[in-house]
């Protein structure tokens, strides 16, 4: 964190940049998922764990403009996205007319204990700093049902660096924590979380990206 900066600076520079790039973000990432099939096998696997879970709501935690819970409405899920930005929630809602879209933080998650039957957080992880991990994975225990899956990705590396554009060529000042498996499984696992498979991949959407399923301990 940069010296003499509020702790809750991040979090608004992050919504800031986001209702910036919104529209182009959309326009720029809808047709991702078509380019990876590799990451649609692991969203229908979650879906499956859902289901043998009994169904029930899916939370998608840093939805940005709505793809990925757009998808696992197409899987049969009963999908809902909360994202920080509301120029991304305007537009998710523009996009998936009739799907639910709420305004929240992951790191104050406004759900009610164990509500949800599984919870996905789509490269959105990644703008978290790592003293605020374990709080935001604390949540995300909280609210999940007993056995509910998890699904992480994120970008793989050492390092973090600040981003200030992006989408078109908009300003932004997000800064791009990039993690490593054992470090993330380690956090999830003092979260009181079971990982069950990892791996990495390259796609669409990240030169190397990481892929985390767990399921929330009883």
């Known amino acids: 964190m940069e010296l003499g900066r509020n702790a809750d600076d991040w979090l608004a520079d ?23 099939p590799q990451e ?20 998608d935690v840093g ?8 998808h696992l409405r197409t ?8 994202d920080l930005s509301p120029g991304m929630t305007d537009v998710a809602r523009r996009d998936h007319p009739g799907v639910r879209f709420d305004l929240g933080s992951m790191t104050e998650l406004a759900l009610a204990d164990a509500s ?5 957080a789509w490269y959105s992880l990644i703008h978290i700093p ?6 935001v994975l604390a949540h995300f225990r909280r609210v999940l049902r007993p056995g509910g899956p998890l699904l992480l990705s994120f970008h793989v590396g050492d390092e973090s660096q600040l981003k ?27 979260a009181g979380f079971a990982v069950e498979t990892h791996t990495t991949l390259t796609s669409a959407e990240s030169k190397l990206g990481g892929i985390i399923l767990a399921r929330r301990q009883p």
């Open 116 to 120: 949800v039957s599984g919870l996905v």
């Open 130 to 135: 790592d003293d605020e991990i374990s709080s």
């Open 14 to 36: 992050t919504r800031t940049s986001y209702d910036t790039v919104a529209a182009s973000y959309a326009d720029l990432t809808r047709h991702l998922l078509d380019e990876t």
């Open 40 to 59: 649609r096998e692991v969203l229908a696997l979650f879906a499956d764990l859902v289901r043998g879970q009994g169904h029930g709501p899916v939370a």
């Open 63 to 70: 939805c940005g403009t709505g793809r990925i819970t757009g």
């Open 75 to 82: 899987l049969g899920l009963d999908a809902f996205g909360i």
């Open 164 to 190: 200030t554009e992006g989408y078109g060529g908009h300003p932004m000042k997000v800064y791009v924590h990039r993690r490593q498996h054992d470090q993330t499984i380690e956090w999830l696992d003092e």
